[in-house]
């Protein structure tokens, strides 16, 4: 099975809301032939009228009216996991797209409810095996990364120049982790941030220029880090927000790519730009499975 076709029933409703499921589904449906019901709201929709411009969108109330089979994401607000138990109770297929490496379970989990799907579809190998260990009786599908591979061509192509050593750009992939350091009254994100802005010294950085970039996840506010681009941009030649950047583009700028747990840090990563978590000591682990992956806890 190496696309939607081998194993959906048309018509196809699909609900999406974040940009990570939203992402894998929009590069798997160029290739769909058969009928398709989107319903897309948030960062999902963005996405999708960038790739399917004049498409007409169905209402979350009536997407699956007639469809036969529901494909969604597993984001963490209520509209995909409502869907799908929707799509139950009326006994249609159930799919749905796990486009990480965390939470498996908890995705499918609200006010102590589960409600999970027929069949779980992932990305890759890691996700796969992670996911046949964990729902041992739902099928797990693992379909090609096709957007992780466009992103990746898209950037290298996009690239003017060869990452710089001493390093000059440096591109911070923010998201927001959802949970606080442990004691503190701070979330993670931004105390990993400030971890990294405080360990400059480790990372061989020109002495010459350096320009920092933070770039944020799609269902954060602008503002969230501008107190953080105040403290800090006295440290650096430039401390700036990146906006209206398509990702391939940041990535092509930078000669090193910094995050915590972001898929953001695979596209880098495929793209040969140097990368790196930047989770502090003491906090969670990184759980994106390549080694490839450099982490400043342990410089």
Known sequence: MTKLEDFVKSPLAVVCHDAGAANLIVEWLKDYKGDLQPCMLGPAKIIWEKHFPGTKLISIDTVLNGSKSLLSGT??????????????????QNISVIDHWTN??????????????????????????????????????ELPNNYLQVEA??????????????????????????????????????DAIEFFMN???????????????????????????DFIQRKYQSLVTEFSISKNNMLYEDIAWADLV??????????????????????????????????????????
């Open 75 to 92: 984001g963490w607000g209520d509209v995909e996991h409502s869907a799908r138990i929707k799509a139950k109770k009326i006994g249609i």
């Open 104 to 141: 498996y379970r908890e995705r499918f989990i609200r006010e102590e409810s589960e409600v999970l799907p027929d069949i779980i579809i992932v990305s890759d190998k890691h996700a796969y095996n992670q996911a046949q260990i964990l729902f041992p009786s739902i099928l797990v599908i």
């Open 153 to 190: 061509k898209l950037a290298c192509s996009e690239r003017l120049k060869e990452c710089k050593d001493p390093i000059e750009n440096i591109l911070i992939i923010a998201e927001p982790l959802r949970q606080k350091k442990p004691g503190k009254d701070i979330y993670l994100e931004f």
């Open 199 to 225: 360990s400059l010294n480790k990372i061989n950085i020109s002495s010459n220029y350096v320009h920092i970039a933070l770039r944020l996840h799609p269902s954060e506010l602008e503002g969230k880090y």
């Open 258 to 299: 910094v995050g915590m747990n972001s898929f953001a840090l695979v596209v880098a990563l495929t793209a040969n730009v140097p990368t790196m978590s930047i989770l502090p000591p003491l906090s969670i682990d990184c759980i994106l499975p390549y080694k490839e992956i450099m982490h400043l806890k342990d410089k």
